[in-house]
Nanobody, 125 residues
Framework: QAQLVESGGGLVQAGGSLNLSCATSGWKTPFVLYAMGWFRQAPGKEREFVAA????????DYAESGKGRFTISRDNAKGTVYLLMNSLKPDDTGVYSC????????????????WGQGTQVTVSS
C-alpha cells in the first residue's frame, strides 16, 4: 500500500518561506507513473488545489493564489515531491496534503487516489 508522508510545515511570519516535502513509499508500480499534487484545507473551508506536477517534472500547474510564489518539484529517484513556498501570506494558512494520481496532473481532489495525512502551515500577520 502506497504511503505519503508530508513534512516541513510550521509557524512562519508573513513574508517568510517554507519548503514542504512529501516522501512516498510502497508503490506497486513505479513512482514515476504518478502525477503529484499539493492541496490545502483551511479551517471551515473545503480542500483546494495548490499545485501539481507531471510524472517526469516537465510541466507544473499552480492555483492563481500561488503563482509566482510557490514552486513544485519532484525527485523520482527518491520518490519525493516538494513545495517551496515564498512570500507567505496569512491566507496560506491550512493543512497541506500531497496526493498522487496515475496519468496526467489534475486540479480536482476527486482525481487523486492516494493521500498523505497533511502538515500544518500557519502564517502569522
Amino acid at each position: 500500500q502506497a504511503q505519503l508522508v508530508e513534512s516541513g510545515g510550521g509557524l512562519v511570519q508573513a513574508g517568510g518561506s517554507l519548503n514542504l516535502s512529501c516522501a512516498t513509499s510502497g508503490w506497486k508500480t513505479p513512482f514515476v507513473l504518478y502525477a503529484m499534487g499539493w492541496f490545502r484545507q483551511a479551517p471551515g473551508k473545503e480542500r483546494e488545489f495548490v499545485a501539481a506536477i507531471s510524472r517526469f517534472g516537465g510541466s507544473a500547474d499552480y492555483a492563481e493564489s500561488g503563482k509566482g510564489r510557490f514552486t513544485i518539484s519532484r525527485d523520482n529517484a527518491k520518490g519525493t515531491v516538494y513545495l517551496l513556498m515564498n512570500s507567505l501570506k496569512p491566507d496560506d494558512t491550512g493543512v497541506y496534503s500531497c496526493a498522487a494520481k496515475s496519468g496526467s496532473p489534475g486540479k480536482s481532489v476527486y482525481e487523486y487516489d492516494y493521500w498523505g495525512q497533511g502538515t500544518q502551515v500557519t502564517v502569522s500577520s
